[in-house]
């Protein structure tokens, strides 16, 4: 097993991911095994390898059903061993989120390798790997439009539109094939978010938060954050005590509350 799903790492975008779990789940327990004779009980083993979260559970598996598959299109295996592995139950923790009042603040006290794409996150709700991709021939200025093509195949919304706060932090235009995030990396990005206590993915949290607390419907979010299904964005948007609060006082103004009483 580990001659064929040890050299199949390379085809993976996240590599270094699925060393770590090919070297502390997976090899240590169907490493020595003949590949076909891998069986389901095999890959559920290597589930309980060591200790972990479900969620980093999960990731193994995604990472084993991945290689099993790679093994089945070379021809090594008939069918896939991985195919039963059952995703196991996450605990939903909810993402920190910057109000957004406090954006400007958030965005001076980031160091300015950073800066850029936390703008583009929180104002344009790009994801990360979009931010740091973004080159200059994507952006339309003057229009205030990001373009994205067929390299960013989750992304519906090819076209994403931003607002005039966010031309500040985007700078002097570049040359069409240079990033406009040029030279920070994602791991960068990460550490100085951390210090606030916030994610990237908390930043696309905020950004849908925002929009929904100035009335955008769930429907229009979506499309801007790029989500194909409603029920996803509807867990990008939190409410806060104030809102809910407010929510309710709006029942007082209402004509009808008032015929009432």
Known sequence: AQAVLGRR???????AKVEQHLRDWILPTIGTRQ???LTLADCQRCLRARQGSP???NRVRSTLRALMADAVR???LERSPAEGLQRLLEEAKPKAVAKHEAWPE?????PPDS????????YA????????????????????????GTEVKERRAKVVPYPAVLAPYMGQRGMPGARVCAGVSERTVRRHLAVHGLTPHGLRH??????????????TIGALLGHSNVSTTQRYIHTDDDALAGAVDALDHSPAMRRVS
């Open 206 to 219: 905020s950004c849908a938060t925002a929009l929904s607390e100035a009335g955008q419907p769930v429907q």
């Open 125 to 148: 709700g790009l994801r990360l790997s979009e931010a740091l991709g973004l080159r200059w021939g994507q952006v339309d200025l003057e229009a205030r439009r990001l373009r994205f």
């Open 106 to 110: 958030l965005l001076a006290d980031l």
């Open 55 to 57: 969620a980093t559970r």
């Open 115 to 122: 800066r850029r794409a936390a703008a583009l996150m929180l």
């Open 74 to 76: 070379m021809g090594h």
């Open 35 to 37: 590949l076909a004779r």
């Open 9 to 15: 790492v390379t085809r993976h975008s996240t590599r």
